[in-house]
DNA sequence: CGCAGCCTTGACCATTATCAACGCTGGTGG
DNA sequence: CCACCAGCGTTGATAATGGTCAAGGCTGCG
């Protein structure tokens, strides 16, 4: 299931290249005020993964005996109703934080939707290495915190907002969440399928397709291919996403 | 905008009967592996509320100065679109803690939903304490990772299951979250509207009193009053709230 | 006793899901 | 080099779940 990545130092984002960038670019990184003895001690217990489009990092109900570290690429957590309905509660993409959750369990499941690096510690290593390492502690838990402040914000989303909204608002905090999202110009990569994205907003794929297609026609984005748009008219999708077009 | 109750011991949830209960009740409390000397100190910093039902803890957009304990009561925390329309992203009970969330201003608002006993510390203070004290962060953190698997949940609920569904998931799930909302043989109390209901589960009032009538009328729950009810037939409740129904 | 607030029920409606057909695109093999 | 195929996306027609609007009932309190 995993495939153990031969470059061997700089998961912690210190050293290897990629991370090192990832880490810059967001604020509550985990490598952020942590300071090099640390990391060097991280660095010394990570295992180096890589992965296809497809393959999991975690499995519902799997023993959760890693947590992972997401160096590049974008991953998927989900999870499933008995008759298949699913739910993405969630894309992770460089710098992201995976398999905090409590019990011996994995409550979600997580798979690469596009070529992935990630680091991995094991459980007992990451215990052991949080207790001695409060930077750490107080990291992850500012990182926990933002998620949750998330994870309300797509609660409300889900709950209480109309096809158009959801999208518009999923349009908007994709490249705030990634950097790696956004080019140039108000221009947004989108690794994930309509299926993923219908997943993760509560929709059909129907919907989405006719939500993007509605935006192109009011001239608010405007499509550069499946994988790529161009956000024409910032305001307009703001005053969408909230609720005021 | 707040009372502040002459009770001035025990917020920590070491010494006041109400809180001590609530902790000793919930494996992840606050005051779980804290020591004795940690919890005085907590006790000394802690401002004890007391709130009538619809008076708030926190606002949206408030300036953050301060984080809660919940000793006794019920509260709602929620967000709102600009043109009202509400989503409850969470009931928060005895035990539970509120505030977390980083940066200056609070991104949700809390109101009391029926009498609430409370403790506040500074943010100040909490940092400090934080700081100084590994173990509370220990266990906050633990807190924050339940919260985020609870969020994840209700994403689910949110975004893929029927009214039905949803209905069925919150009557499970409240007497599972807060073992006070819990009579003897499945009788459940409670706290909150219809309205609280249909805005935490993404509902109309309506729609909610017709679930409600429908479980009813299969004899799966039997309502005591407007805010008591009795799961008759608990298996056929949890089929139901896994789309098995 | 009466009123206010909340809840329930009913009729109708709208948004989004479902079902179905078609189109585009990229990869493969003749 | 082109044709075909598979997979994904778009578009259209219809259906269903849940929302909206409206009326009436229950309950607790003054």
């Not at 985990?30 to 990092?57: N, T, Y």
């Not at 008759?83 to 509660?89: K, S």
């Amino acid at each position: 299931m995993f495939e153990t990545n031969a470059v061997s130092s700089g998961c912690a984002g210190r050293v290897d290249r990629n991370a090192c960038d990832a880490c810059r670019a967001r604020p509550l990184s985990v490598c952020a005020s942590i300071d090099e003895a640390d990391l060097d001690r991280l660095d010394g217990l990570a295992q180096h993964l890589s992965l296809q489009a497809g393959e999991a990092l975690t499995r519902a109900d799997d023993p959760a005996d890693h947590v992972f570290n997401i160096t590049s690429g974008s991953v998927r957590v989900y999870k499933l109703l008995p008759d298949g309905r699913r739910q993405i509660t969630g894309f992770l993409f460089a710098g992201d934080f995976l398999g905090l959750a409590t019990g011996d369990t994995y409550v979600f499941s997580a798979e690469a939707i596009e070529p992935v690096t990630a680091c991995r510690f094991r459980k007992s290593d990451y215990r052991r290495l949080i207790r001695e390492t409060p930077a750490l502690e107080t990291t992850l838990l500012d990182r926990a915190t933002h998620e949750l402040a998330a994870a309300q914000n797509q609660m409300l989303l889900l709950g209480r907002k109309t096809a158009l909204e959801r999208v518009s608002t999923f349009l908007l905090e994709l490249p705030a969440h990634d950097p790696a999202r956004r080019g140039p110009d108000g221009r947004v990569h989108l690794p994930m399928t309509r299926a993923e994205i219908a997943d993760y907003l509560g929709l059909t794929i129907e919907t989405v397709s006719r939500v993007f297609t509605r935006l192109k026609t009011r001239g608010v984005i405007r499509l550069l291919s499946l994988t790529a748009l161009q956000i024409e008219n910032p305001e307009a999708l703001l005053a969408l996403a909230e609720g005021e077009g």
